[in-house]
């Protein structure tokens, strides 16, 4: 009997996705923890760090029956749900978040767009990619919505590879 997995996002306890994260898979239960770089800038040094693309929230790939396991790690709260259901994330979802949190944003100081216009990637690697608009300090920045979940992330991209919708 073939076993089906579905994508599902837990939420956690604020600054434990990392320890979630470990802890699944010690247990060997598929988890995904998108992370951006961040610069941190303290009185005495600056330093990178991985944090959470999305705080509170980590991804697991689990057959429907094993949600209980995921329940039992310490630090996760509930799984994210709709109308008392468990919202699964497709798999084209993930593909994009793990294709977005790979690559380092682009930056641009052309500003020609205009706030909340829906948009989308016509070239490079985010290629296909609809989004709104936000414009911030001279950048233009991207605002993807993961459709099922109801996660939002944001991306900095060059206004130039964009191309507006009607």
Known sequence: MTRHNNWYVVYTYPNSEKKIYNELNKRE???????????????????KLEV????NYVFVNIPPKDMWMVLMVNGVVKFVSFNGTPAVVRDSEIDLVKRLSSKANVVSNKNFYIRGEKVQVKEGVFSGLVGKVMNKKGMTRLYVELETAHLMFSIDIEAALLKKLD
């Open 52 to 55: 959470p693309l999305f705080p």
């Open 29 to 47: 239960i598929t988890a995904y923890l998108p992370t951006k770089g961040v610069v941190r800038q303290w009185s005495d040094r600056k330093k």
